[in-house]
């Protein structure tokens, strides 16, 4: 797919079919995925994959009672979760924060991540939406993340059972200044 035609057609993907998505294209998802770019290139970024029982339980138990996204993970086949390394992104090797902006460029580059992963799995036909709402601490106890990594967000994944809707955009003047 060309690159701007991906950005373009690419739309959050809220309900799917039943089939899974296949370990190989996942890989396939993540082979692009690593190439976004992080600070200092710590790559803090993590993806993991869960399906059935554990994903079922995050969506009743860890979305914060928000029915919305418990009905979207219910009806997906596979939820990422994507993690990040702690106190990397923002930070200097003493442990310092560099900016002003204090650890907020850890979730800064999973922004990134996460739409540089929504955009690869786009490109394999797979639809996706990133979820913002959820229980962080419940996710990381339900899916035994690692000590010293966070939860950034929750991806569900699978292949789009609807034709999408257009959504609106703010136009190219509302965005932008020169000055
Ligand atoms: C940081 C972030 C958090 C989001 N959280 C949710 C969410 O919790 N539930 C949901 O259904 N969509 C969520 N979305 C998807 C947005 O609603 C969606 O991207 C937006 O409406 C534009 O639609 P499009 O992605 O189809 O272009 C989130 C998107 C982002 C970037």
Do not use: C
């Amino acid at each position: 797919m060309e690159l701007l035609e991906g950005i373009k057609t690419r739309r959050s993907v809220r309900s799917f079919k039943d089939e899974k998505v296949s370990r190989e294209t996942v890989e396939k998802i993540i082979e692009s995925a690593r190439m976004a770019p992080s600070w200092k290139n710590t790559q803090t970024a993590r993806y993991i994959v869960v399906e059935g029982e554990l994903k079922d339980k995050i969506a009743e138990e860890a979305v914060l009672g928000f029915q919305h996204n418990t009905d979207i993970i219910k009806g997906a086949p596979q939820l990422v979760v994507l993690a990040s390394v702690a106190k990397r992104s923002g930070y200097e090797r003493d442990g310092s924060f560099t900016t002003s902006k204090g650890q907020q460029w850890e979730m800064f580059d999973a922004g990134i991540a996460a739409q540089t992963f929504s955009l690869a799995a786009h490109n394999e036909g797979v639809g996706s939406v990133i979820l913002g709402i959820f229980d962080d601490a419940k996710v990381a106890e339900l899916i035994e993340l690692p000590e010293g990594q966070n939860v950034s967000a929750l991806i569900p994944i699978g292949y789009s059972d609807k034709e999408l809707p257009e959504v609106p955009r703010k136009s190219v003047e509302d965005l932008l200044t020169f000055k």
